[in-house]
Antibody
Framework: EVQLVESGGGLVRPGGSLRLSCAAS????????MNWVRQAPGKGLEWVSS????????YYADSVKGRFTISRDNTKNSLYLQMNSLSAEDTAVYYC??????????????WGQGTLVTVSS | DIQMTQSPSSLSASVGDRVTITCRAS??????LNWYQQKPGKAPKFLIS???SLQTAVPSRFSGRGSGTDFTLTMSSLQPEDFATYYC?????????FGQGTKVEIK
């Protein structure tokens, strides 16, 4: 079974840092681009960052550029998101999602269950 | 960035109703349009890629149409398990962007 399990969320003070992890299983992790997507409480989905299979390319939403760093360890089947200079606007459930590519198509599937990050004093 | 706008933001419907949700892109995205379903407290679930290709195991009452800037998701006969929030997402250009969501509620 293809599975993604996030961890590392929690309560952090404004200006603080947190590192999220996503453990992958059931597929050849090193062959896929991976993504982080977040959802603020009661709000919609926001793509945060992507990293290609061999880490040659990383991409960020403007809202996190310069503060967040995406990385991966293909030997550990794991994806990471280092989040620095956190603010209340970063409070959200963070999902990792696998990038799937088909004929003239690209989509996220599956998604992990999410990990909640709360930034508050 | 490509803006995705869904309408309506919410709707009330009954079991058995035909329901259509619209998604409009701020520029041409060809058929790079996906649909996801999300139930409360759960992760989004992938439904449709390339505007109209159903994911394996998605019931045939779901269908997607469109290209360019205008897209629709239709549920031909709403079932109790279909009450959820639906999101469109463009995969034509980074940053990948989502619509604001359409909440389908029980009337």
């Amino acid at each position: 079974e293809v599975q993604l399990v996030e961890s590392g969320g929690g309560l952090v003070r404004p200006g603080g840092s947190l590192r999220l992890s996503c453990a992958a299983s059931g597929f050849t992790f090193g062959r896929y681009t991976m993504n982080w997507v977040r959802q603020a409480p009661g709000k919609g989905l926001e793509w945060v960052s992507s990293i290609t299979s061999t880490t040659n390319y990383v991409y960020y939403a403007d809202s996190v550029k310069g503060r967040f760093t995406i990385s991966r360890d293909n030997t550990k089947n794991s994806l990471y998101l280092q989040m620095n200079s956190l603010s209340a606007e970063d409070t959200a459930v963070y999902y990792c999602a696998r990038d799937c590519v088909g004929a003239a198509a690209r989509w996220f599937d599956p998604w992990g269950q999410g990990t909640l990050v709360t930034v508050s004093s | 960035d490509i803006q995705m706008t869904q309408s309506p933001s919410s709707l009330s419907a009954s079991v058995g109703d035909r329901v259509t949700i619209t998604c409009r892109a701020s520029q041409n995205i060809s058929s790079y349009l996906n649909w996801y379903q999300q139930k409360p407290g759960k992760a989004p679930k992938f439904l449709i890629s390339a505007a109209s290709s159903l994911q394996t195991a998605v019931p045939s009452r779901f269908s997607g149409r469109g290209s360019g800037t205008d897209f629709t998701l239709t549920m031909s006969s709403l079932q109790p398990e279909d009450f959820a929030t639906y999101y469109c997402q463009q995969s034509n250009n980074i940053p990948w962007t989502f619509g604001q969501g359409t909440k389908v509620e029980i009337k």
